[in-house]
């Protein structure tokens, strides 16, 4: 009898992760070593409470379901921020998984998210191997923030990128209609790493110099600097554009955002408020008119600007995961491998897990300008081609059509 599989989403949203499902949806359908695929209902806590989607099912009653699914944002399966204890400690909850994927005759387990997922994909692995268990345990990576290690680039990095860089153009629009000197700060998200702080500069054109400062987690941040930065630019132009990195701390490694929230279950610090922080600065410092902007969940999901690039290789990661799993991987993340940026090329291959899980990717201090506040050339160039193309969406009544989400809605059970 045939196996079947298990899809889950988890950590924060983006364009493309459901590009990813699809292609898992997709691939399953077509296969001759898997029968079914069940969707996991808010990650891992859909096999811990039983909350499981026959995604065969929704894709043969759903007109055009997987191509709809591959262009819809955010996640189709909901998401969740859990942390599984550790097996040496606690097995309640690794029984109760294996027992469930016995339930449902699981051959294959997939994951698709980011750091703190690959921790869960580790650990499931890890107890999988102790217990005798031959289920494939299989991490597909996303994030916008594009901190994964072991792979170029993470899916969705490059949609949220290009809402990014399009955003600080029409920022730079709006911008420059007025003669009055004005600085403009625009906050990123990127706790760690500044990878799509960076995707600011992707901006620039033969008209268009800004964002013309851009600050990164990976430099520290020296407040005396920053304000002779700005005059600097200020003594050349009347408008400067700013971006930066919620992320960005002192030489100590304090962060420079104006309050903390509690920590997330990962340990995480939650930010908020490094744009105001630093318009407040500037209007203590140099007395022009200045304002901050945060971009917040806007970058995550905005479908409406989704790379095609960054659609089609997420759900090419779909299909080869389940390609992968018949073959006999577990314990992996896939990668996916930049042959060449002109004509830009990749292949997707795998990583084992222990080398990804709970690890951080920063940018490259050679791709930062020495001086801290740009990028350089070789980061442009490898930018570039991850936000190329435009997928094709279907619109009703001027909106897009995304696939309903009822399954999230509670107010939609009364």
């Not at 901190?147 to 969705?156: I, S």
């Not at 290789?313 to 389940?322: K, M, R, Y």
């Not at 709970?358 to 506040?373: L, S």
Request: with cysteine; glycine share 6%; charged share 20%.
């Amino acid at each position: 009898m045939k196996k079947n599989v298990i899809a889950a989403q988890s950590g924060g949203p983006t364009v493309a992760i459901n590009a990813s499902l699809a292609g898992i949806v997709d691939a399953v359908i077509k296969s001759e070593a898997y029968d079914t695929v069940y969707g996991s209902v808010y990650g891992i806590l859909g096999i811990i409470n039983d909350n499981l989607i026959n995604l065969n099912e929704q894709a043969a009653k759903i007109p055009n379901f997987i191509d709809t699914l591959k262009t819809s944002p955010a996640m189709y399966l909901g998401s969740c921020r859990y942390k599984l204890p550790d097996y040496e400690e606690d097995t309640a909850s690794y029984d109760h998984i294996f027992n469930q994927f016995e339930k449902y005759n699981i051959g294959a387990f997939f994951y698709i998210g980011g750091n703190d997922s690959m921790d869960t994909v580790l650990k499931l692995s890890q107890y999988g191997k102790r217990i005798g268990s031959d289920i494939r345990i299989i991490g597909i990576p996303k994030t916008i923030d594009n901190d994964l290690c072991m792979t170029d680039h993470t899916p969705g990095y490059g949609s949220a990128a290009k809402y990014v860089a399009s955003s600080i153009l029409e920022i730079a629009h709006d911008t420059f209609i007025y003669s009055i000197q004005s600085v403009t700060i625009v906050e990123i998200m990127g706790r760690d790493a500044g990878w799509l702080t960076a995707a600011s500069a992707l901006a620039r054109n033969s008209y268009n110099s800004a964002p013309h400062l851009i600050y990164f987690p990976e430099v520290a941040f020296d407040q005396e600097q920053f304000i002779q930065d700005v005059k600097e630019q200020l003594s050349k132009r009347n408008n400067v554009i700013i971006a930066v990195s919620e992320g960005i701390r002192d030489k100590n490694g304090n962060y420079i955002s104006a309050s903390t929230a509690a920590n997330d279950q990962f340990g995480h610090s939650q930010l908020s408020g490094t744009g105001k922080s630093l318009e407040y600065m500037i209007r203590d410092s140099i007395h022009v008119k200045v304002r901050s902007i945060e971009l917040n969940v806007l970058q995550r999901c905005a479908a409406h600007l989704a790379s095609l690039t960054d659609l089609n290789e997420s759900f090419s990661l779909g299909t080869h995961a389940v390609r992968y799993a018949k073959q006999g991987y577990t314990k992996c993340m896939l990668t996916l491998n930049r042959i060449s940026n002109n004509p830009y090329s990749i292949s997707i291959d795998t990583a084992d897990i222990e080398n990804i899980a709970n690890e951080a990717k920063a940018i490259p201090r050679e791709w930062i300008h020495e001086a801290g506040n740009d990028i350089t050339p070789a980061l442009h160039e490898y930018m570039a081609p991850l936000i190329a193309g435009e997928p094709s969406v279907s619109y009703k009544d001027g909106l897009p059509v995304y696939l309903p989400v009822t399954h999230l809605d509670r107010d939609s059970e009364n």
